[in-house]
């Protein structure tokens, strides 16, 4: 009873482990179609990302504008009441019957016009920052244009690699999610997060000339042991990832190539006299 149990749990075992070989080699092949499609996906989402900036900034000039241009409309209509006054005072220093009251229109007056060179100078600034940001509203519109229209080309040329891999992609993805479903979630867990933490994407590797397949690092003959009886997912213990023997999924480990032999030099005997 105890032998079927430990029959059934070395099963197990190499079930898992087959099952994360074919689940890597179609996840592999996945990372080969998006390797196809290159910094596609990532240029199109930074010139999205460029083109709502360019808008949110024309925007924001064009709200400024209507601001500053508010600004001179009140500075104008402040002029011209500034002027109507001073035009008061002129009648009442026609009228005015002592120095006194003269010289208190004539500082009304000065008043008066310092409030209107002030007005003017405002709105000579205004008009001067609502002729900048229209000179930048123009730049980002032109900057947009030209962002739209290269995000119209790298859209239709992404979309001309993925209509041709498309159907391949959906199949392989439906082709994992079946795996997975043979896999427990804690050995599944461990695939993912170790196929994420490595460089080329490989969560699971082939014994290869005595050593890891993902970093090449030689396996101690007592681990080589253990891999090949397929009794536990057994790890690499300098890159972390799993191991399994070739023979199991039909990838013999190539042996070593024997070195070659060097060459005895042959020595020349000098002929006698």
């Avoid at 008043?111 to 920052?129: H, T």
């Avoid at 000179?135 to 244009?145: G, M, V």
């Avoid at 159907?167 to 999610?177: I, S």
């Amino acid at each position: 009873m105890a032998s079927e149990k430990k029959t059934e749990k070395e099963r197990s075992v190499e079930e898992r482990l087959k099952s994360l070989y074919q689940l890597q080699t179609i996840l592999s092949e996945i990372d080969r179609i998006r390797t196809l499609r290159g910094e596609l996906p990532n240029e199109v989402k930074d010139l999205e990302d460029e083109i709502v900036r360019y808008q949110t900034r024309i925007e924001k000039h064009t709200d400024e504008i209507t601001e500053l241009r508010a600004q001179v409309s009140e500075k104008m209509k402040d002029i011209e009441e500034r002027r109507a006054k001073i035009a008061r005072y002129d009648d009442q220093i026609d009228n005015v019957r002592n120095n006194r009251e003269y010289a208190f229109l004539e500082k009304e007056k000065e008043f008066e016009n310092l409030e209107i060179q002030l007005s003017e100078k405002n709105i000579r600034e205004a008009l001067a920052k609502i002729n900048q940001k229209e000179e930048e509203i123009a730049k980002a519109t032109t900057d947009l244009a030209d962002n739209r229209q290269n995000l119209e080309e790298k859209k239709q040329e992404l979309n001309e690699i993925v209509s041709e891999t498309r159907q391949e992609e959906e199949t392989l993805r439906l082709k994992a999610k079946e795996l997975e479903r043979d896999i427990d979630e804690y050995t599944l867990a461990a695939f993912k997060r170790i196929r994420g933490n490595a460089r080329n994407g490989l969560g699971i590797v082939t014994v290869q000339r005595k050593a890891c397949g993902g970093c090449f690092n030689k396996i101690p003959p007592q681990r080589q042991l253990e891999i090949k009886m397929h009794k536990k997912v057994i790890v690499c213990e300098y890159c972390g990832r799993i191991m399994i023997d070739g023979a199991l999924v039909g990838a013999e480990e190539q042996a070593a190539e024997p070195a070659a032999k060097p060459k005895r030099a042959s020595r020349r005997v000098a002929p006698k006299e």
